[in-house]
């Protein structure tokens, strides 16, 4: 695939825009085994964790093979397990020290570790089912097939949430969920809408979508959600939003904070995906 240029992304992040994640079994049970392997310390590096039913859609296996797989890498002490209450599996697998530096070797580039002797601490319980819904939705993209099981992605590659915060610490810049690269070289950002959040808080977002959009860090950006009334809701409660910042005027500039230029570009590059809802509530509320 043609690498592309973005104007708006520092080199590291274009690097992992191109990073292979795609996982194809091989014709061989110990080929599609070293496959499985590499692929899932991939995820796992790039996203933090990664949990069995994440591995059990990925491969198309069982729960108990999914586990059984799994728990082959912690005795191998590649991964190590987390148990918690926050996701349907109980539980989610972190790198150990090798782990990160297999991960290393796979995606060529640095994998920060923390040490821990509580593998839980090395999650944010806060946020871990956000982050594996977040995690299956970025892979979601690129193995999708069409109605008659051609290869159709609807992204090539993706930046996760974490290593776009590395690079964009600043709290002046949105901190999407990630981003993915389209097979017509768009660059989108994903965001995954997990709850209602109040209108102040939309507004405050939106200026920085408008920025970002206007610096081309990213050309659109993806609402998806496991409830399509949430998805619902923020695009009702962002239109709420827009309203007001384009019809109240700043003191200092004499100007509204949204003019009517930048309202049209946001009503043109917010996108609410419904297409994921069903499956994600399937897969991660049953």
């Given at each position: 695939m043609?690498?592309l240029?973005?104007?708006?992304?520092?080199?590291?992040?274009?690097?992992?825009?191109?990073?292979d994640?795609?996982?194809?079994?091989?014709?061989?049970n110990?080929?599609?085994?070293?496959?499985?392997?590499?692929?899932?310390i991939k995820y796992?590096?790039?996203?933090?964790?990664?949990?069995p039913?994440?591995?059990?859609?990925?491969?198309g296996?069982n729960?108990?093979?999914?586990?059984?797989?799994?728990?082959k890498?912690?005795?191998?002490?590649l991964?190590?397990?987390?148990?918690?209450?926050?996701?349907?599996?109980?539980?989610?697998?972190?790198?150990?020290?090798?782990?990160?530096?297999?991960?290393?070797?796979?995606l060529?580039?640095?994998v920060?570790?923390?040490?821990?002797?509580?593998?839980?601490?090395?999650?944010?319980?806060?946020?871990?089912?956000h982050?594996?819904?977040?995690?299956?939705?970025?892979?979601?993209?690129?193995?999708?097939?069409?109605g008659?099981?051609n290869?159709?992605?609807q992204?090539?590659?993706?930046?996760?949430?974490?290593?776009?915060?590395?690079?964009?610490?600043?709290?002046?810049?949105?901190?999407v969920?990630?981003?993915?690269?389209?097979?017509?070289?768009?660059?989108?950002?994903?965001e995954?809408?997990?709850?209602?959040?109040?209108?102040?808080?939309?507004?405050?977002?939106?200026?920085?979508y408008?920025?970002?959009?206007?610096d081309?860090l990213?050309?659109?950006v993806?609402?998806?959600?496991?409830?399509?009334q949430i998805?619902q809701?923020?695009?009702?409660?962002?239109?709420?939003a827009m309203?007001?910042?384009?019809s109240?005027?700043?003191?200092?500039?004499?100007?509204?904070?949204?003019s009517?230029?930048?309202?049209?570009?946001?009503?043109d590059?917010?996108?609410?995906r419904?297409?994921?809802?069903?499956?994600?509530?399937?897969?991660?509320?049953?």
């Amino acid at each position: 695939m043609k690498q592309l240029e973005f104007t708006g992304l520092p080199t590291a992040l274009q690097h992992q825009l191109y990073i292979d994640m795609r996982y194809q079994p091989a014709a061989s049970n110990n080929e599609t085994g070293k496959r499985r392997l590499h692929c899932t310390i991939k995820y796992a590096a790039r996203l933090g964790m990664i949990s069995p039913i994440f591995i059990s859609w990925l491969y198309g296996i069982n729960r108990s093979l999914a586990l059984e797989h799994l728990n082959k890498l912690v005795k191998a002490d590649l991964l190590n397990v987390a148990p918690t209450v926050r996701v349907p599996d109980g539980r989610v697998y972190v790198l150990t020290l090798a782990g990160a530096k297999l991960a290393e070797e796979l995606l060529l580039q640095h994998v920060p570790f923390r040490s821990s002797t509580n593998p839980q601490l090395q999650v944010n319980q806060n946020t871990l089912m956000h982050d594996v819904i977040l995690q299956y939705v970025l892979a979601r993209g690129i193995h999708n097939v069409d109605g008659d099981g051609n290869y159709r992605p609807q992204w090539t590659g993706f930046i996760s949430e974490k290593e776009f915060k590395r690079l964009y610490p600043s709290s002046t810049i949105r901190n999407v969920d990630g981003l993915v690269i389209e097979p017509d070289g768009a660059c989108c950002a994903i965001e995954i809408e997990h709850s209602y959040k109040p209108i102040q808080i939309r507004k405050n977002i939106l200026l920085k979508y408008r920025d970002a959009l206007q610096d081309s860090l990213y050309d659109k950006v993806f609402f998806i959600s496991q409830s399509l009334q949430i998805l619902q809701y923020s695009k009702r409660i962002n239109g709420l939003a827009m309203d007001t910042l384009t019809s109240i005027v700043d003191r200092k500039t004499g100007r509204s904070p949204l003019s009517d230029n930048d309202r049209k570009l946001l009503e043109d590059r917010l996108i609410y995906r419904t297409k994921f809802c069903e499956e994600i509530s399937t897969l991660f509320y049953p």
